[in-house]
């Protein structure tokens, strides 16, 4: 806030654009990863998942309880520290797009069921429109319909995960974000939504892509761009 006790508006401005940055490495990678639904996919033997009871009811519900597990959290720590979260929107939407390239690369088939999108293939506009919009999304779960092979990394685990080492420099705080990843841990073995190599590689992916965005973040806080988000 300036002397006055508003948020100047150039921050605003720069919010804006952030978030309008997240939302198009959205629609990149689902533009990635709605053609490659439609190619016929491997799947794998996972010898964990056996192990791991199927529970359909956290199955449906998956994105909401993603959501209620992320959203919060986020809006926490932008509350707390405004130049850290336009960092933190940033990277994330570096990651889903990095999900966008590795998904077809991968092949992979789905975890449970029949390769569906293979066998009828849908057009993909009306099916990026539908997930792109929050409403249908959620409500009408187009992202469970059209995207079955999404796997490789997970999104749930990334997106958890990373605001946890975001949290960290708030202290005991952080241990609650630790708990909302490791319950979301829980929701992808029991919703059966990833295999267990999508798990391992979320983590190990998104603390590389974090590690890396602490170099060119500290870097981009000279720039007015970010300065402009600071404090008076």
Known sequence: MDRTGKTPRAFWLILSAVLAFRYLCHAAALMLI?????RPGTPLPDLLLRQVP??????????????????????????????LFLRLVVTDGLLSLLRGLMI???????????????????????ALLAILNPLTAIGGNSAGIYLTKDLFFSGHIATTFLLYLFSRRFGRASRVFLGLNLFTL???????????????????????VYRASESWGASLQTHWFFRAARPE
Not at 61 to 82: E, F, K, Q, S
Not at 189 to 199: G, K, Q, T
């Open 34 to 38: 709605l053609p490659n639904e439609m």
């Open 54 to 83: 199927y529970v359909a009811g956290l199955a449906r519900w998956n994105y909401v309880l993603w959501l209620l597990c992320y959203i919060p959290g986020a809006l926490w720590i932008g509350a707390r520290d405004r130049k």
């Open 186 to 208: 829980a929701v992808v073995l029991l919703a059966h939504l990833h295999y267990s190599i999508d798990i391992i590689a979320a983590y190990a992916i998104t603390y590389g």
């Open 104 to 126: 077809p690369l991968t092949g992979i088939g789905p975890v449970m069921g029949a390769d569906v999108n293979a066998l009828h293939p849908f057009a993909v506009k009306p």
